[in-house]
């Protein structure tokens, strides 16, 4: 169904995919012409967002806050964003050229915008305390007390519950249309709706990894974007990405990975002299003999490190834009094997690789994050048990009490015993650290208003 008759896949239509239509408003269209685009509109609508601001207190990797600043969830989202749109600009740039006898040619000037808000979106779904939060939410129901729920549930729900997944949890946050608010949750377009899905797949098709990029409530809303930007659907449940997927993740790949060395250097986790050795691995002799002399004229040891950290985005960023226009057919066939950080050069995967290690060995094992990760997984455990009581039994008074506290867009009335659970999964994913602890604090006695 998905093939043409000589047996190779349709390819996707970048007139198709660069689609400025807006979920839940698609009745509504307007030509004039203003000042913002569509896509800019989308950036502009993440910036000055809830959920968006809410991200300067979650954790990425290390503890916050702390008398020194490392990144937090927000920080991370605004690199990642300004990596993304580089990345998009050269690419968009290629494209033109490659592409320019097309009509819809011009298309090509929104990948910048498109990229750059679908990088600011990607964590918005990620609950607190980094990614072992994500983990909490799934272990309490595949380990924990949630396992009661399992009997009760549809597999497909189960599944979602079990593998929750902040890639899923944004697409949620985005399109949802919560009590009180508007169809189609923010009102994106479809391209950068699309734009943020790297797993595009149902959690049935999730396999070891676990990951999958749609919840059960949000399926009918993903497939309507995939049919609208012209997605190839290869099977039941499961779609090939938009190509901008892999724009999005470059970025989000690069800036992790370098951010976390420079914040572990900061907070003297890895030495400077380490360091140095190990970043200088991304460039050739001559390259690294001009990188030392400039270096040699700097004394501050973390603006040593900030230079090659820039130095080193530069060449990703270049070799990832290679990659993406020399497989830009594949991509389109949805026939590109992993990531573009996989087929990086010889040198620079290599790099690359040897920072993932350093990360793995010396940062995530790290006493402190670790700290993080044992404290945020019995907060969530404890909030879970808690709150999913709380909705499941509305007619106690510690349930009343407690159902106060929840904000009026989550459905804890829902009809069904998913929804009611994933009201209780949405509260929690969107709070802070700082609010998640309080609250634990408070719900068992711990802390008090001030008198």
């Not at 990948?111 to 918005?124: K, M, N, P, T, W």
């Not at 009102?187 to 919840?215: N, Q, R, W």
Request: charged fraction near 25%; glycine fraction near 6%; proline fraction near 3%.
């Amino acid at each position: 169904m998905y093939m043409t008759s000589d047996g190779n896949r349709h390819k996707m239509d970048w007139n198709r995919l660069i689609c400025g239509k807006r979920l839940g408003l698609e009745h509504y269209n307007d030509n004039r012409e203003t000042i913002r685009s569509d896509f800019q509109r989308d950036y502009d609508r993440l910036i000055f967002s809830s959920p968006f601001r809410r991200l300067q207190n979650k954790t990425q990797v290390f503890p916050l806050p702390g008398s020194i600043f490392v990144h937090n969830r927000l920080t991370h989202s605004l690199e990642v964003s300004s990596v993304g749109k580089s990345l998009a600009s050269e690419v968009a740039r290629r494209l033109r050229q490659k592409y320019a006898g097309e009509p819809w040619v011009k298309k090509f000037h929104n990948i910048e915008e498109i990229v750059a808000a679908a990088c600011l979106a990607h964590d918005l779904g990620n609950p607190p305390f980094g990614h072992s939060g994500e983990k909490s939410i799934g272990a309490f129901f595949s380990e924990g007390d949630g396992l009661k729920f399992k009997e009760h549930l549809t597999t497909r729900q189960w599944d979602d519950l079990i593998h929750f997944e902040g890639n899923a949890n944004s697409f949620r946050l985005l399109v949802h249309q919560f009590k009180g608010r508007r169809p189609g949750g923010f009102a994106m377009t479809y391209s950068m709706l699309a734009s943020i899905v790297k797993y595009p797949f149902s959690s049935s098709k999730c396999g070891e990894k676990g990951k999958f990029g749609f919840f059960t409530t949000e399926q009918e809303l993903f497939e309507r974007v995939a049919g609208e930007v012209g997605l190839i659907k290869i099977e039941e449940e499961r779609y090939c990405r938009h190509p901008l997927v892999y724009l999005m993740e470059a970025a989000d790949d690069i800036c992790y990975q370098i951010m976390d060395i420079e914040d572990a250097h900061k907070l003297k986790i890895l030495n400077t002299g380490d360091v140095i050795q190990l970043l200088l691995g991304f460039f050739d002799d001559e390259r690294k003999a001009h990188i030392e002399s400039v270096m040699s004229h700097v004394a501050d040891k973390n603006e040593k490190i900030v230079y090659l950290r820039s130095c080193i985005i530069g060449v990703l960023v270049n070799e990832c834009c290679d990659i993406f226009v020399e497989h830009e057919e594949e991509i389109l066939r949805g026939e590109f094997e992993g990531c573009l950080i996989d087929h990086l050069s010889e040198r620079t995967r290599r790099a690359y690789c040897n920072c993932s290690e350093t990360a793995y060995a010396k940062i995530y094992r790290a006493s402190d994050v670790v700290d993080i990760d044992l404290a945020g997984h019995q907060i969530i455990t404890e909030l879970l048990r808690k709150l999913t009581e709380a909705v499941l039994y509305p007619e106690r008074t510690y349930s009343q009490l407690l159902l106060s506290k929840f904000p009026q867009q989550y459905d804890v009335q829902a009809p069904t015993l998913f929804e009611k659970i994933q009201a209780v999964i949405d509260h929690i994913s969107g709070m802070t650290d700082v609010y998640a602890l309080d609250l634990y604090r408070k719900l068992n006695g711990m802390s008090l208003p001030a008198v």
